[in-house]
């Protein structure tokens, strides 16, 4: 995958903020939203700066997958909040995802704790 240029590593921050505060103000009335709080940990914007993905994660009683959907079924009208929001030239078509780093860094640190990887790591000290 292709780094980010800083133009679109700026776009994606304004994005992830106001999609966010949007998503905050609590407009969406999906049974798959309610009492799940969203996190938007990332968006990364195409380089002609016309798509996001917003990577979310998912606090609470919600299914991150279901909320993804959720989230992508609304996405018409987030986008058309997010025009208000912003000033781009474009507003970004918006696709929500689960964000998996969380998991994998577990996964990571699950591994690190094992006893016979930690004696392996207190042992490449001498």
Do not use: Y
Not at 13 to 40: F, N, Q
Not at 83 to 88: A, D, L, S, Y
């Amino acid at each position: 995958m292709k780094a980010q240029t800083q133009r679109q590593l700026r776009a994606g921050e304004l994005v992830r903020r106001a999609v966010a505060d949007i998503i905050a103000e609590g407009h969406l009335h999906d049974p798959h939203l309610k009492g799940v709080s969203v996190t938007i940990t990332e968006a990364r914007v195409s380089p002609d700066l016309r798509h996001a993905t917003c990577f979310i994660a998912a606090l609470g009683r919600g299914d991150v997958d279901k909320v993804a959907d959720a989230l992508n079924h609304a996405s018409g009208f987030l986008q058309k909040e997010l025009g208000r929001q912003i000033e781009m030239k474009f507003t970004p078509k918006l696709r929500f995802t689960p964000d998996d780093s969380f998991d994998a860094a577990a996964k990571v640190d699950d591994v690190l704790a094992r006893p016979s990887v930690r004696r392996d790591l207190d042992h490449g000290d001498d």
